[in-house]
């Protein structure tokens, strides 16, 4: 019995170390951001096309819109593009009046995002087929920075092909606190872990970054060369680009002085359905493009891409894991204590240390992410305090969603997710 206890505690020290020593070189981006980014000094002025799919989205997109109209960037020097699906949307009569200018497509056939995207940019392409030098998605319930396009168009001089910008938590703008729930803080450090702690090094280390469906910017060369957007196989189509430049070598650029505002959803069901809908995006996309993959797998830059896009599995099977072991452990020790076995507790205790292990490495991740974007995040100690200590239990609810994703119960529908109808009045 003693033997089988202390194999138990073995088994957990030996994972754990062998999960670190495999996740160690993403954990060390998480410490990349220490020195500001370098800036590059380009003043030469492109033109752009803004790119915006709508569908269904009321009067969210006026936030947007006014962004739009602030922005510092000469407004010669970029043309709106809205992409709606129907053509009594009663969007297509606010944004006449508050921005003419743009120009309002209908795709009625459009079943996703990516569908819609490649309708609109189809269109641009065989209308001005040499006017933009670049093509910027942004999602409808997204608000600009002032100086977003600024920054955009001085990071364009570094020549690169596909470029993602700083998401920050929009929530924050709205002083509800309706806005501001547990479940949109929670979600929103997402996008601190994928930008500042994952796709500021890998820009810098030449790395295909995580490219993130809103705020970014496509060279034009890619998307006549692509004859409009290709990605839409998944339901999660800025991910088919993420391989897509990994498997072709495009070049990716992370611009940390580019700020995108995201809105979050602020009921934890409306969260989970974006989740959802995410990783099984995600893990079709691995589905699709990992042989290819494997395959271009040649030089220190492909392992290194691979490695990219790889890694967060070692997160899954470390998870499942612990959970193993968690409840295996229960088990045992509920048999033993059953049988009257002396030091039946032990099996406890590495139950109790393989949770503890889970929650402790998301601790960490949740007080790094917390720091690095803490200007951000404009909320009280108290309140941080209590973001830290429940945000492990919310990044745990992974663990339900992937396990039905990879049983094969994943959902194929792009489904609306309710928007913060609040934040329309202030906006």
Same mark, same amino acid.
């Given at each position: 019995?003693?033997?089988?206890?202390?194999?138990?505690?073995?088994?957990?020290?030996?994972?754990?170390?062998?999960?670190?020593?495999?996740?160690?070189?993403?954990?060390?981006? !998480?410490?990349?951001?220490?020195?500001?980014?370098?800036?590059?000094?380009?003043?030469?002025?492109?033109?752009?096309?803004?790119?915006?799919?709508? &569908?269904?989205?009321?009067?969210?997109?006026?936030? +947007?819109?006014?962004? =739009?109209?602030?922005? *510092?960037?000469?407004?010669? =020097?970029?043309?709106?593009?809205?992409?709606?699906?129907?053509?009594?949307?009663?969007?297509?009569?606010?944004?006449?009046?508050?921005?003419?200018?743009?120009?309002?497509?209908?795709?009625?056939?459009?079943?996703?995002?990516?569908?819609?995207?490649?309708?609109?940019?189809?269109?641009?392409?065989?209308?001005?087929?040499?006017?933009?030098?670049?093509? +910027?998605?942004?999602?409808?319930?997204?608000?600009?920075?002032?100086?977003?396009?600024?920054?955009?168009?001085?990071?364009?001089?570094?020549? &690169?092909?596909?470029?993602?910008?700083?998401? $920050?938590?929009?929530?924050?703008?709205?002083?509800?606190?309706?806005?501001?729930?547990?479940?949109?803080?929670?979600?929103? /450090?997402?996008?601190?872990? #994928?930008?500042?702690?994952?796709?500021?090094?890998?820009?810098?280390?030449?790395?295909?970054?995580?490219?993130?469906?809103?705020?970014? @910017?496509?060279?034009?060369? /890619?998307?006549?060369? !692509?004859?409009?957007?290709?990605? /839409?196989?998944?339901?999660?189509?800025?991910?088919?680009?993420?391989?897509?430049?990994?498997?072709?070598?495009?070049?990716?650029?992370?611009?940390?002085?580019?700020?995108?505002?995201?809105?979050?959803?602020?009921? =934890?069901?409306? *969260?989970?359905?974006?989740?959802?809908?995410?990783? *099984?995006?995600?893990?079709?996309?691995? &589905? @699709?493009?990992?042989?290819?993959?494997?395959?271009?797998?040649?030089?220190?830059?492909?392992?290194?891409?691979?490695?990219?896009?790889?890694?967060?599995?070692?997160?899954?099977?470390? $998870?499942?894991?612990?959970?193993?072991?968690?409840?295996?452990?229960?088990?045992?020790?509920?048999?033993?204590?059953? +049988?009257?076995?002396?030091?039946?507790? $032990?099996?406890?205790?590495?139950?109790? =240390?393989?949770?503890?292990?889970?929650?402790?490495?998301?601790?960490?991740?949740?007080? &790094?992410?917390?720091?690095?974007?803490?200007?951000? /995040?404009?909320?009280?100690?108290?309140?941080?305090?209590?973001?830290?200590?429940?945000?492990?239990?919310?990044? #745990?609810?992974?663990?339900?969603?992937?396990?039905?994703?990879?049983?094969?119960?994943? *959902?194929?529908?792009?489904?609306?997710?309710?928007?913060?109808?609040?934040?329309?009045?202030?906006?």
């Amino acid at each position: 019995m003693l033997i089988c206890m202390y194999s138990m505690i073995g088994i957990l020290c030996v994972g754990t170390i062998v999960f670190l020593i495999l996740y160690a070189k993403r954990i060390s981006w !998480w410490f990349w951001h220490k020195n500001p980014q370098a800036r590059i000094e380009s003043y030469t002025l492109h033109r752009f096309a803004v790119v915006i799919p709508a &569908r269904n989205e009321g009067k969210t997109i006026l936030a +947007l819109l006014d962004s =739009l109209q602030k922005q *510092t960037y000469d407004h010669k =020097l970029f043309d709106v593009y809205i992409i709606v699906k129907e053509e009594n949307d009663p969007a297509i009569e606010w944004i006449s009046s508050v921005y003419p200018s743009a120009i309002v497509y209908v795709d009625e056939e459009q079943t996703t995002k990516g569908h819609a995207l490649n309708y609109g940019m189809q269109r641009i392409c065989a209308q001005y087929p040499d006017l933009y030098d670049g093509f +910027l998605i942004i999602d409808a319930d997204c608000v600009l920075d002032s100086m977003f396009l600024c920054e955009m168009n001085r990071a364009f001089g570094s020549g &690169r092909d596909v470029y993602n910008s700083k998401l $920050v938590v929009k929530n924050y703008l709205n002083s509800s606190k309706n806005a501001n729930s547990w479940a949109s803080q929670c979600n929103g /450090l997402i996008w601190t872990l #994928m930008s500042e702690l994952g796709n500021r090094a890998k820009s810098d280390l030449g790395i295909v970054t995580m490219t993130l469906g809103t705020g970014l @910017l496509l060279r034009s060369s /890619l998307v006549k060369q !692509w004859n409009g957007w290709p990605f /839409l196989k998944t339901l999660t189509e800025d991910m088919e680009l993420q391989r897509c430049c990994a498997l072709h070598h495009y070049r990716c650029e992370y611009v940390s002085y580019a700020v995108c505002y995201v809105e979050e959803a602020t009921s =934890l069901h409306a *969260t989970n359905l974006r989740r959802n809908r995410w990783m *099984t995006g995600v893990v079709d996309c691995d &589905r @699709l493009y990992d042989e290819k993959l494997k395959e271009a797998k040649k030089s220190s830059q492909d392992k290194n891409n691979f490695y990219a896009i790889h890694s967060l599995y070692y997160v899954y099977f470390y $998870v499942g894991f612990l959970l193993i072991l968690f409840l295996l452990n229960i088990i045992l020790g509920c048999v033993c204590a059953g +049988l009257k076995f002396s030091y039946f507790y $032990v099996f406890f205790i590495v139950s109790f =240390l393989s949770f503890a292990n889970l929650y402790l490495g998301l601790f960490i991740m949740t007080i &790094r992410c917390m720091w690095v974007d803490r200007k951000y /995040l404009p909320m009280s100690w108290m309140r941080r305090i209590w973001i830290s200590l429940t945000h492990p239990f919310y990044y #745990m609810g992974y663990i339900g969603i992937m396990t039905k994703i990879f049983t094969f119960k994943r *959902t194929k529908e792009w489904k609306r997710i309710a928007r913060v109808e609040f934040q329309e009045s202030e906006a």
